[in-house]
C-alpha cells in the first residue's frame, strides 16, 4: 500500500551518505484531505518510533499563534493581556516567521535540545509550508528544506502544500526538493466554475469525503515508481483502500506517446519461448543453437547433426563451455535496497512544527 | 418553506448552529461569498440578529468592523427585523468599529497599513477579553463587512488581510469565538495569480455562497445558497464535511430558504 510505503521510507530515515527522505503531501481546495494524509502519517511515524526500542518525543516551534509578533507588541505596549501567548508554554514560539534563517537555527536547536544524550536523530513536520510561502519567497522557503534535508541529525522531513495557492513553478521547486509526493485528487470530476445547482453537490460532497491518493517515489538510482489508491475519512481518521481497479496500481513511468510501447499477452508469451543463443536448458535434451537466421522447428530438422557435433565436441574437449545464465527480465522491486534497511533506527527522536496547535489534542 | 424568523430555517440547519444554546459556533470562522447579482448582505444581518436575540446567551457581544456602510443603514435594516441595533449599542453588547472614517495610511505604504492594522487587532482583541471576563459570558462574534473595501484600505496589501484574520481566528480558537466575513467573489474572478480568496476558502470552517441560479433570473427566486460545512474535529473524532444548496427569496423583513421545486 502507498500509504504503508510512505510511512517505512520515512520510518527508516537517512541512510548513510544521503540526505534525508522528504515527502510532500499536496492538495487542493477540490480536494482537502491533504490535512488527514499528515495527520495519519504523523501518527504512523510516531508510533514506529514509540513501538521501538526509544520512546518518541514531540516538540513543537509554534508559528500559528503570534507569527509575526503583533500579541507580543500588543502586550508590551499593555493594550491587551499577555494570555494569548501564554497558552505557548509548552512550546517555542516563533514571533517573526519571515525570517527562516532564525525558524530553521530554532528547529535544530530545539532538534538537539531534545537528542542530546540518546545522540539519535529527529523528525521534522512542517505545517504548512503554503502558511510559509506566504511570509517569504519560494526561494527562501526551498532554501530551508533543502538545509534541514541536509542535516545530518534530520532523519525525515514531510510537508503539507496546497497546490492551487501557488504558482506552478512553486510547486515544482518543492517536488524536485522531495524523495516522494503524496498527491490527493478529487475522486469526483465536478462541473467547476459552472455554476453550482442541486445536481453536483452530491459530487463535491463526495469530494470532500474520499480522493485518490497518488504517490511518487524517487529512488536512489533515478527510477521513479508510482502508487495509488484510494483514500476515504473517517470519524476517528482516514482509511486507505486499493484503487477502484480492485488492486494497487504499481506501474513503471510509461511516456504517453502515439505508438504502444507495452506488450499484449501473446506478445509477453512468444518472448517467452524464444531460445537465446547459448543459453543454458539443462534439461537432459540435446542443445539447440538458434542461430538468428530460421525458425527453431527448422532448425532442429535440418542441423541436427551439426548440433550433434557441436555438442560431441564439447563433450570431447573438456576445456570448457559457456554456461549463460540469463537476468531475469523482472527484476524484483527494491532488489538494490539494502535488507537491514528496515531495521528501525535507535533512539530516533519525533519533532514537530506545527501550525496548528489543535492536533495536540486529538 | 421557512423564513429567517422562525427557528431552525434552513439556513441555520446547514450552519449547525445547536438553537438550543442559543448560538454555538465558538472557534471557527465563516465566510460569506457573493456576487453582484446575488448580495449576500442579508446573510450577515441575520446573523446579527441571532447573535444579539439569544435569550439563552444574554452577554454575548458582537464587534463589527464596517468597510462597507454607515452605522445607520444596519440600524435601520435590523429595526425591520425586530432588532434595535442603537439599544445593543449602548449596552455594550453590539461594538461598531466605523472603519470608513478611520485616517487610512496613504502615505506610509504597507508599514503604515500594517501599524493601522495592528491598531484595530489590538482593540478587537481587548474587547473580547475584556468580555470574556464577564459572568455568563458564552461567546463573541466577529464580523468584517467586507473584506475586499478592507483591502483598499490597507493599500491593496491582500497579505495583510490575511495576517488579519489569521489572528482573528487565533483569537477565535482561543476565546470561542465565531468569525464571520463577507467578500464578493467577482472581484477576483479577473486575478492570473492564485486568489487570496482561495487562501479564505482554505482557512474557513463554514463557507456560505450566494449565487444566482443556474437558469438565470426569476421574479420568485432571487438566488441560492451553498452552504459548504467542513465539519468539526474534537477529542470523539472528526463530524463529516457536508454541503447543502437551496434557494432563498429576500422580504422586507425577512428572507424565505426553500429547496428547489418545494415551493408552493
Known amino acids: 500500500m502507498a500509504a504503508e510505503a510512505i510511512s517505512r521510507a520515512l520510518r527508516d530515515g537517512a541512510l548513510e551518505g544521503e540526505h534525508a527522505p522528504a515527502l510532500t503531501i499536496k492538495d487542493s481546495i477540490h480536494a482537502p484531505l491533504g490535512a488527514f494524509v499528515f495527520d495519519h502519517i504523523l501518527a504512523q511515524l510516531s508510533s514506529n518510533i514509540s513501538s521501538s526500542k526509544s520512546q518518541a518525543q514531540l516538540r513543537i516551534v509554534d508559528c500559528y499563534t503570534d507569527p509575526l509578533g503583533w500579541k507580543i507588541q500588543l502586550a508590551e505596549s499593555g493594550i491587551v493581556s499577555n494570555r494569548s501567548t501564554q497558552n505557548a508554554t509548552t512550546a517555542s514560539l516563533c514571533k517573526n516567521v519571515r525570517d527562516l534563517d532564525m525558524l530553521f537555527s530554532s528547529i535544530v536547536e530545539l532538534g538537539k535540545e531534545v537528542i542530546r544524550e540518546t545522540k539519535g536523530r529527529f523528525a521534522v513536520a512542517i505545517d504548512s509550508v503554503s502558511e510559509i510561502l506566504r511570509h517569504a519567497s519560494i526561494s527562501s522557503a526551498a532554501s530551508l528544506l533543502s538545509n534541514l534535508r541536509s542535516h545530518d541529525q534530520v532523519a525525515c522531513l514531510f510537508w503539507l502544500f496546497h497546490s492551487d495557492l501557488h504558482e506552478m513553478k512553486a510547486s515544482s521547486a518543492l517536488e524536485y526538493i522531495s524523495s516522494m509526493v503524496a498527491c490527493v485528487e478529487p475522486i469526483s470530476n465536478t462541473a467547476n466554475g459552472k455554476g453550482m445547482n442541486s445536481e453536483n453537490v452530491p459530487l463535491i460532497e463526495q469530494n470532500l469525503g474520499r480522493g485518490k491518493f497518488s504517490v511518487r517515489f524517487k529512488r536512489r538510482n533515478g527510477r521513479i515508481r508510482l502508487m495509488s489508491e484510494e483514500l476515504h475519512t473517517e470519524q476517528m481518521g482516514i482509511n486507505f483502500v486499493p484503487a477502484f481497479e480492485g488492486h494497487v496500481t504499481s506501474q513503471s513511468l510509461v511516456p504517453k506517446v502515439q505508438f504502444n510501447l507495452q506488450l499484449s499477452e501473446k506478445e509477453r508469451n512468444d518472448r517467452a519461448k524464444v531460445v537465446l543463443p547459448f543459453e543454458h536448458q539443462g534439461d537432459g535434451k540435446p542443445i539447440q543453437i538458434y542461430d538468428g537466421r530460421r525458425s527453431v522447428s527448422e532448425s532442429k530438422t535440418e542441423n541436427k547433426e551439426t548440433n550433434a557435433e557441436k555438442m560431441h565436441v564439447n563433450e570431447d574437449s573438456g576445456r570448457g563451455e559457456i554456461i549463460y545464465i540469463r537476468d531475469s527480465d523482472d527484476e524484483m522491486p527494491d532488489s538494490d535496497e539494502d535488507p537491514d534497511d528496515d531495521l528501525i533506527s535507535d533512539s530516533t527522536i519525533f519533532f514537530l512544527t506545527v501550525g496548528i496547535l489543535e492536533l495536540l489534542t486529538n | ?264
Open chain 2, 1 to 264: 418553506m421557512m423564513s429567517s424568523n422562525s427557528a431552525n430555517n434552513l439556513l441555520d440547519e446547514a450552519l449547525g448552529f445547536n438553537d438550543e444554546c442559543g448560538g454555538g459556533g465558538g472557534g471557527l470562522l465563516l465566510l460569506i461569498e457573493d456576487r453582484v447579482e446575488t448580495s449576500g448582505a442579508f446573510i450577515l444581518h441575520h446573523l446579527i440578529k441571532r447573535r444579539l436575540s439569544s435569550p439563552n446567551r444574554p452577554n454575548d457581544v458582537v464587534v463589527f468592523l464596517s468597510f462597507a456602510h454607515p452605522f445607520s443603514h444596519y440600524d435601520r435594516i435590523l429595526r425591520k427585523m425586530g432588532c434595535n441595533l442603537g439599544v445593543q449599542k449602548e449596552n455594550k453588547r453590539f461594538v461598531y468599529y466605523d472603519m470608513l472614517n478611520l485616517n487610512y495610511p496613504v502615505t506610509d505604504g504597507e508599514k503604515g497599513a500594517e501599524d493601522l492594522l495592528l491598531s484595530v487587532y489590538g482593540k478587537i482583541q481587548k474587547t473580547v477579553e475584556l468580555c470574556s471576563s464577564r459572568e455568563g459570558y458564552k461567546n463573541s462574534t466577529i464580523m468584517i463587512d467586507d473584506i475586499s473595501l478592507m483591502e483598499v484600505a490597507l493599500c491593496g496589501s491582500s497579505n495583510l488581510v490575511l495576517d488579519f484574520l489569521h489572528y482573528c481566528y487565533s483569537l477565535a480558537t482561543q476565546f470561542d469565538c465565531l468569525v464571520i466575513i463577507l467578500n464578493h467573489e467577482d472581484v477576483y474572478s479577473t486575478v492570473d495569480v492564485p486568489s487570496p480568496l482561495l487562501q479564505m476558502e482554505y482557512l474557513a470552517n463554514i463557507v456560505i455562497k450566494a449565487e444566482p441560479l443556474a437558469t438565470g433570473l426569476a421574479t420568485d427566486v432571487h438566488g441560492q445558497l451553498t452552504v459548504l460545512n467542513k465539519g468539526i474535529c474534537q477529542g470523539s473524532g472528526c463530524s463529516k464535511s457536508k454541503i447543502r444548496n437551496f434557494h432563498f427569496r429576500v422580504k422586507e423583513n425577512c428572507v424565505e430558504y426553500f429547496y428547489p421545486g418545494s415551493r408552493t
